[in-house]
């Protein structure tokens, strides 16, 4: 018995910086948790790490997501309890609660050969559910779901760069959409997440203005300008993309 209690002790001695790390002294507990938040994952050796638009470097620790399989440069909506600022280099040491894969794609090149296959029908984008952030264009909406076939989204650019870069100061995009004809009426979020990386952003670019064909408002232009983006993800809602299907 006085082998186990001192066991108990070296025990409770070795967790107790650990659970002082998570007191209120750092501003954090074990009950808070952000709202979803858009993070791109990081792979390093055989672990990874968030890089969160919004809170910076993220290391996961305590978590319960065994079963997760990382990709290094893939995009993320997670949920997750703070637990320590400034963590052995990384911004935050965090508890990852939720964390969803997200379709990432890159920009893509519109031609005559490829205008059928991007295709230009309607989807439904509510209001605040795309933005910028983290070098990424972020996008949730409605997905009427097919029954068969994956349907397609992307965004696309002129092969004309006198068309991309206007004169205006804004790089110039068009978001497409292809259902092929296979709807079921059935609705479920979507997400999916740009990389901008591959254009020409320099200090003098404005934005960018984006043409999508909305099943609400028809044919709009959205304008994002970097100097006064908001952040887009302070209202975004856990969201169920189980049914999703995108490609």
């Given at each position: 018995?006085?082998k186990?209690?001192?066991?108990?002790?070296?025990?409770?001695?070795?967790?107790m910086?650990?659970?002082?790390?998570?007191?209120?002294?750092d501003?954090?507990?074990?009950?808070?948790?952000?709202?979803?938040l858009?993070?791109?994952?990081?792979?390093?050796?055989?672990?990874?790490?968030?890089?969160?638009?919004?809170?910076?470097?993220?290391?996961?620790v305590?978590?319960d997501?065994?079963?997760?399989?990382?990709v290094?440069?893939?995009?993320?909506?997670?949920?997750?309890?703070?637990?320590?600022?400034g963590?052995d280099?990384?911004?935050?040491?965090?508890?990852l609660?939720?964390?969803?894969?997200?379709?990432?794609?890159?920009?893509?090149t519109?031609?005559?050969?490829t205008?059928?296959?991007?295709?230009?029908?309607?989807?439904?984008?509510?209001k605040?559910?795309?933005?910028?952030?983290?070098?990424?264009?972020?996008?949730?909406?409605?997905?009427?779901?097919?029954?068969?076939k994956?349907?397609?989204?992307?965004?696309?650019?002129?092969?004309?760069?006198?068309?991309?870069?206007?004169?205006d100061?804004?790089?110039?995009?068009?978001?497409?959409?292809?259902?092929?004809?296979?709807?079921?009426?059935?609705r479920s979020?979507?997400?999916?997440?740009?990389?901008?990386?591959?254009?020409?952003?320099?200090?003098?670019?404005?934005?960018?203005?984006?043409?999508?064909?909305?099943?609400?408002?028809d044919?709009?232009?959205?304008?994002f300008?970097?100097k006064?983006?908001?952040?887009?993800?302070?209202?975004?809602?856990e969201?169920?993309?189980?049914?999703?299907?995108?490609?």
């Amino acid at each position: 018995m006085r082998k186990l209690h001192w066991l108990f002790m070296v025990v409770c001695l070795a967790v107790m910086p650990a659970l002082q790390s998570c007191d209120d002294n750092d501003g954090y507990s074990i009950g808070d948790f952000t709202p979803p938040l858009w993070a791109t994952v990081r792979v390093t050796g055989n672990a990874f790490y968030l890089d969160c638009d919004v809170w910076g470097t993220l290391w996961p620790v305590n978590t319960d997501l065994g079963w997760y399989e990382p990709v290094d440069g893939k995009r993320v909506i997670t949920i997750f309890n703070p637990l320590s600022d400034g963590f052995d280099g990384y911004d935050h040491a965090v508890k990852l609660l939720r964390l969803y894969d997200v379709l990432t794609k890159e920009v893509e090149t519109l031609t005559p050969e490829t205008e059928e296959d991007f295709g230009n029908d309607p989807v439904a984008i509510f209001k605040g559910d795309i933005g910028i952030s983290g070098g990424y264009l972020n996008i949730v909406f409605q997905q009427n779901l097919p029954s068969e076939k994956k349907h397609r989204i992307s965004l696309v650019r002129s092969q004309d760069d006198a068309e991309v870069y206007g004169e205006d100061g804004y790089i110039h995009l068009e978001l497409r959409y292809n259902n092929y004809d296979d709807l079921t009426g059935l609705r479920s979020p979507g997400a999916v997440s740009y990389n901008l990386n591959s254009l020409n952003i320099t200090s003098e670019t404005q934005g960018i203005k984006l043409k999508i064909n909305s099943e609400v408002n028809d044919e709009v232009e959205l304008v994002f300008d970097f100097k006064n983006s908001e952040d887009n993800t302070k209202n975004m809602q856990e969201l169920d993309l189980s049914k999703m299907q995108l490609k």
